[in-house]
């Protein structure tokens, strides 16, 4: 991995993974923590909408699929706010119609010659020195905005309904929650894509669950093993020639099965010894 880092390109790919993996970890402990992951699941598959959007009236990738993930997920929020768990229709429907949009402006784009596979499966060692400048800028936004209402993001995500008798603005931070995740797609689309981001956005907050006695630990150690998980699928897709983003979900998931495998060796371990602790306190007959 050291040798690779005297290309440009690889210590790209370096500094916009760790971008991703930080706020992914931050961010996707809201998700998890809120049930919000379908909901990310479409905020991000909308947004292939944005990226025909970009190449049919010639903009910036990055502008135009920030403006119309941002767009999809305020009509999400509006329209699930009071009823989240019917959401799963409008969703379903939203998802599809971005996908669907997005195929059909790329099809009327004059001279089309995109690499759907990039933005679907992402590209990570295609990503410019200008697209981390930006990628840097949401990345400071996203941490500010989490800083300054963390306490309130927090009483949302614990006990809503309490949170409002106590005077929290929870419609506004419900809107301002998933304003945050669609920044944080389109933050991802270069390093895993479309299709694979809500497994970075889920995975690391999962395992971190487990192990994190506060959310803030929580979001912590999230974000480290988002780092991890995406430079290690970085290197892996570097040493065997493999899809970047593919490679980078792979590990997060082997991680993810490992630890429920572990979690499952314990229990029947301690169970074990239960058993044999009841058993030894049973005088013989």
């Known amino acids: 991995m050291l040798e690779a880092l005297q290309f440009e390109f690889m210590r790209n790919a370096v500094m916009a993974g760790t971008l991703a993996g930080v706020v992914c970890g931050m961010i996707g402990v809201f998700v998890v923590v809120n049930r919000i992951v379908f909901l990310s699941g479409g905020i991000a598959h909308a947004a292939y909408g944005g990226v025909g959007l970009a190449f049919c009236f010639q903009w910036p990738v990055m502008a135009g699929t920030l ?75 996203i941490l500010a905005v989490v800083a300054f209402f963390y306490n309130g993001f927090v009483a949302m995500s614990y006990d809503e309904e309490f949170a409002r008798v106590r005077g929290v603005p929870v419609a506004f931070l419900y809107f301002l929650l998933l304003g945050l995740v669609a920044l944080s797609v389109v933050m991802i689309i270069r390093v895993v894509g479309l299709i694979l981001v809500i497994a970075l956005l889920t995975i690391p907050p ?79 007959p």
Do not use: C
């Not at 790329?106 to 020195?129: H, K, R």
């Not at 480290?224 to 980078?248: C, V």
């Not at 099965?257 to 572990?262: G, K, N, S």
């Open 67 to 141: 403006g119309f993930s941002l767009l999809t997920a305020m009509v999400m929020a509006a329209v699930t706010l009071e009823s989240r768990h019917r959401a799963d229709t409008v969703v379903g429907v939203m998802w599809a119609l971005g996908m669907a949009l997005g195929v059909v402006l790329l099809d009327l784009t004059p001279g089309y010659n995109v690499d759907l596979m990039s933005y679907l499966f992402g590209s990570i060692l295609a990503v410019p020195s200008s697209d981390l400048w930006i990628m840097a800028g949401l990345s400071l936004v």
């Open 206 to 284: 999962y395992i971190a669950e487990r192990y994190a006695p506060s959310l803030a630990r929580m979001m912590i150690l999230s974000a480290l093993l988002s780092t991890a998980f995406t430079l290690t699928g970085l290197w892996l897709s570097y040493r065997y020639d493999l899809t970047s983003g593919a490679t980078i979900i792979l590990v997060g998931g082997a991680a993810f099965f490992l630890v429920l495998l572990a979690e499952r060796l314990r229990d029947f371990l301690r169970l074990r010894r239960l058993r044999g602790a009841q058993a030894k306190s049973i005088p013989a």
